[in-house]
């Protein structure tokens, strides 16, 4: 039997089908190279390729120089440093019976999947490289533990089973899940081991946050229903069954979570628990510290920085918070875009209102304390002791602190606090010396709409290890400044009330406050929930009303109101904020708005374009300047005006619109450009690639919690020296908006509910990057805490709390940092985007702080919420943005008020850089010649392969149909 002979196709199939097929691969190829060019800056930042070529580099001109050799040694640096910051940042939250430390040579058993699944940092630019990072079981070994291998490997046997969803940069809407491992699974064997291991179970409770979404409110039922920062059912399963075994001599929960869990459980008797630590997210190298802590090696001496409530939704803010839309949001269907047409990127449909107003955080719990102990303000029936669990500011230590001889010395416009510590206890440790002060509440405040926290942060200390015995006087200078309040309604500027003032030392803020009250003569028999200590407050008095000294900045520009628009009572007049005059009447609820006409025509508003009163700008002359020979020059010297002469229009759109992860190169002043990069706990490589590798350090809650400057003034150095060694001139950080509520995704990013302490931080951070040449771009300007529709939410907030709460942690690290950059946000500030908001911008960041530097936008996907064209003339210098296509200016390169714009944008760029590490081995007589970077040289080859492959497949398609044809012919004229 024969095989069937298989038919040939016939010249028209053959030609049809390769033909489609070579078309379909030109179209490709066509389509590839269209987006690489497109992309061409981030491809390039990826592979760490260049676009220049130095011609006269001079190897000994370096401005900016590290103290390290070998980037072994800084990385050695860095791990050390990483693992002293999760030491000071550690807070004991409990410790019965002195539970901890454990001692030496202990048998432990980790408990809970997240012990095999910790959290190191946050997720999206905030991810840490964990390869490197160690794990759980072998920090205790390190420190002599044995570990339990059978409970480990059984957590880890299971882990494809019970893993913790973390939330997704890339998610639409993430799936908050623990995944707890049920009580019912562990084995006889695993439950047979517990004996062996028992001097102490350690208990692993985890909560991830993340860019792009908040934290859920509502779990899914399997998991208990209740939110994500609740224990789950299996979480309490895990508890109760360590209980229940009987086999532990103690239970230490360790609590891996940047926000504020509520922690109620931990007072539970059921549970049985003995002790916790709050961890944070400890980094690189930070989990040694847990270790040492846990061990006795370390003495935790970090402090809350935020509110811990026993309901994590009992904030006022949490009423307003996450995903509002107008109730005729359809109507600004218009407003919004779509990113690869799949889910709404930048819409004009959503809102949050801050109907709490300053009452964020402890200024909410702890007024309304005061107030309900004197009666005052419609209080109501508030339990302080039955709301708050751990104050901001708590923390204990393994060995006890007394504060003695208190003083006060007004010196000018600045106070003098001081107070001796001592440690009483058996072991050496540090002590945080927390100050604060409480302004009057006054007639003239109650009639003219403006509100006061009962207590406020504005000085602290962290004293050197004191051994049992040692004592140390600590000293701290506050300025008469920091005792401002904003009066939006009738000065409309900074006054310093009419009163008597108080400051306060004390080991958290609650006991700061009682110290207050005590002073006042108030005992627990007033309603007090602890008898105060008024040897350590002290008071001082402003004779009669100032309006005068704190209306204008030290540059000289006047303070005013520039936020009225910001305000919903803008729009709709009726709307109350709350008020400690009346906390039961003004308590928010959540608000339902529909849009105005008003209010519509603001959020869908452009730029003016119009030239009246402008001159083109000269471009494109012939001088030979170069940026080198700006380095060291005044803002104002007038040389820069004829090196932004030379500058061509293209250059100068470039500049602008491509600022995504570097800053352009310009040829015509022989700027080589920067790289840029992010990452909120040092410079990171997740986004962009590019063959970074940098310290990870623990995230800037744990930051902020050690309450040590000079340490974070030290972290920021390290960072700087990163950039030196890696070669990125600019990072994107630090982050330092607010933790309005314990539910924002970014917590982990920003330092803490208060403003004084995130400023405090952000300006040490800040001042020691930039000390090595590497400029910070302070986020996210501003306004933006929350990531539930981020990008282009309108968020609405009176002008007090604006000022006094969201713009605070920049002010700070402008006017005591130096930052010498600024990236702004997605959100809209009221009706207007932050990066076009003028008044933001220029008004209150360049002429009331005198910021001098440039801004850039928060990432750009799309041009039309986030337009170019709106952002320069707003202010905002450059667009974070990596396609050639986000580029809407180049229509404008005959308008003198676009031009004049852009010239004043470069300006502030090229400053920037020229007084940056970018400038390193580049001198007055350097060249910069442009280069194709390595990518494109590939991709040309990769075109011509590709373009020989097809014509080499349409010549055999030809040559194919011509050989039968010719066949035909032949056996036709047979």
């Known amino acids: 039997m024969t095989k069937a002979k298989r038919k040939k196709w016939s010249n028209q199939l053959f030609a049809g089908v390769w033909g489609a097929a070579l078309a379909v691969l030109l179209v490709a190829v066509i389509i590839a190279n269209a987006v690489a060019l497109n992309y061409s800056t981030i491809i390039t930042t990826f592979f760490g390729h260049t676009t220049s070529r130095v011609e006269n580099g001079d190897p000994t001109a370096i401005y900016y120089e590290s103290v390290y050799t070998t980037d072994g040694e800084l990385y050695q640096a860095g791990l050390d440093l990483c693992e002293q910051v999760e030491a000071e940042g550690l807070v004991l939250l409990k ?41 759980l079981k072998t920090v205790f070994e390190d420190v002599g533990y044995e570990v339990n291998p059978e409970l480990w490997n059984f957590y880890k046997g299971n882990h494809d089973s019970y893993t913790r969803s973390n939330p997704s940069i890339f998610a639409s809407r993430n799936n908050f899940a623990i995944n707890e491992c049920p009580a019912g699974e562990y084995s006889q064997a695993v439950r047979d081991s517990f004996a062996r291991y028992g001097d102490a179970a350690i208990v692993v409770l985890a909560r991830s946050g993340g860019e792009g979404d908040d934290l859920s409110r509502r779990m899914d039922e399997r998991e208990g229903g209740g ?22 001599g103690k239970t230490i929960v360790l609590v891996n979570s940047c926000n504020a869990m509520e922690l109620g459980f931990l007072d539970e008797a059921r549970y049985g628990i003995d002790a916790c630590i709050w961890m944070g997210a400890a980094g690189q190298n930070g989990l040694a510290a847990v270790a040492a802590a846990v061990k006795g090696d370390v003495n935790p001496s970090g402090r809350l920085v935020d509110t811990y409530a026993y309901d994590s939704l009992s904030a006022p803010a949490m009423q307003n918070f996450g995903g509002l839309e107008y109730t005729n949001g359809s109507e600004l269907d218009n407003l919004s875009e779509s990113y ?29 304390y005061e107030d309900a102990v004197l009666g005052q303000g419609n209080a109501g029936s508030y339990d302080y002791a039955a709301t708050v669990q751990y104050p901001f500011g708590y923390g204990l230590s393994y060995t006890d602190f007394s504060y003695s001889n208190f003083r006060c010395v007004p010196e000018g416009d600045r106070f003098t606090l001081s107070l001796d510590v001592e440690n009483t206890g058996s072991v050496p440790g540090k002590e945080v010396v927390q100050l604060y002060f409480q302004s009057p509440y006054t007639d003239y405040d109650r009639q003219n709409g403006i509100e006061k926290s009962s207590v406020e942060l504005c000085g602290f200390a962290k004293t050197g290890v004191l051994a049992p015995g040692q004592s140390e006087t600590v000293q701290v200078e506050v300025s008469r400044e920091e005792l401002r309040a904003y009066d939006a309604n009738t000065a409309k500027t900074y006054i310093l009330d009419a009163g008597d003032y108080y400051f306060a030392a004390g080991k958290n803020v609650h006991d700061a406050l009682n110290n207050i009250l005590a002073s006042k003569g108030l005992t627990t028999a007033d309603g007090m929930d602890a008898d105060g200590d008024a040897a350590l407050a002290a008071k001082w008095n402003q004779p009669t009303l100032d309006t005068v000294s704190y209306s204008a900045a030290a540059t000289g520009t006047a303070i005013t109101n520039q936020f009225d628009k910001a305000d919903i009572r803008h729009y709709y007049g009726d709307l109350t904020y709350l008020t400690r005059s009346d906390w039961t009447g003004t308590f928010p609820e959540t608000i339902t708005l529909t849009a105005t006409e008003a209010l519509k025509a603001d959020l869908a508003a452009g730029p003016d374009t119009g030239e009246e009163g402008y001159t083109m700008p000269n471009m494109g002359a012939g001088t030979d300047l170069t940026l080198a020979m700006m380095i060291g020059k005044s803002y104002d010297d007038p040389q820069w005006e004829e090196l932004l002469d030379q500058l061509t229009a293209d250059e100068m759109v ?82 330092m908006n607010t933790h309005r509520t314990p539910y924002s995704g970014r917590n982990f990013e920003y330092y803490s509910e208060d403003g004084f302490l995130a400023g405090a931080m952000g300006a040490a951070e800040v001042s020691g990057v930039q000390e090595k040449g590497v400029f910070c771009y302070i986020k996210h300007f501003a306004i933006n805490d929350q990531e539930t529709n981020r990008k282009g939410v309108a968020t609405f907030s009176n002008e007090q709390a604006i ?7 920049f002010e700070y690290s402008v006017r005591f940092g130096g930052a010498r950059a600024v990236m702004t946000s997605h959100n809209r500030i009221g009706a207007t985007w932050a990066a076009g908001h003028a008044v933001l911008l220029n008004d209150v960041l360049r002429g009331e702080w005198g910021f001098v530097g440039h801004v850039v936008t928060d990432y750009v996907g799309t041009p039309v919420y986030q337009s170019a064209l709106q952002a320069v003339l707003a202010g905002n210098d450059m667009m974070l943005s990596t396609s050639e296509a986000n580029e809407n200016i180049s229509p404008y390169k005959n308008n003198a008020r676009v031009m004049t714009a852009l010239r004043q944008a470069c300006k502030n760029i090229l400053y920037t850089g020229a007084n940056s590490a970018a400038m390193n081995g580049v001198s007055t007589s350097t060249r910069i010649v442009s280069v194709l970077p390595t990518w494109q040289i590939w991709l040309i080859l990769f075109d011509c392969l590709m373009g020989a492959a097809i014509i080499a497949g349409g010549a055999g398609i030809f040559l194919r149909c011509r050989k039968s044809r010719s066949a035909a012919d032949t056996a036709a004229r047979r």
């Not at 994500?228 to 309490?236: C, D, F, H």
């Open 227 to 248: 939110t994500y920062l609740q224990l789950t059912t299996q979480e309490k399963e895990m508890l109760q069954l360590i209980r229940d075994s009987g086999a532990f």
């Open 803 to 809: 000022r006094e709460i969201y713009l605070t942690p």
């Open 340 to 368: 690869f047409g799949v889910m709404t990127q930048y819409t004009g449909k959503n809102y949050v209102v801050y109907q709490e107003g300053i009452y964020v955080g402890y200024r909410y719990y702890e007024t309304r």
């Open 95 to 135: 410790n019965e019976n002195n539970a901890l430390p454990l001692g030496d040579g202990r048998k432990v058993s980790l408990f809970s999947e997240s012990s095999v699944d910790l959290i190191y940092g946050g997720t999206g630019s905030g991810s840490v490289d964990t390869s490197t990072a160690k794990d």
């Open 654 to 735: 470039r500049l602008v619109a491509l600022g995504g992860y570097r800053t352009s190169q310009i040829n015509s002043v022989s700027y080589l450009g920067t790289t840029d990069k992010d990452g909120p706990a040092g410079i990171s490589a997740t986004l962009v690639g590019g063959g970074t590798k940098c310290m990870a350090y623990p995230a800037e809650v744990v930051m902020a919690a050690t309450w040590n400057v000079g340490l974070i003034r030290e972290v920021g150095r390290l960072i700087g020296e990163d950039g030196l060694h890696g070669g990125v001139t600019g990072w994107y950080a630090p982050a």
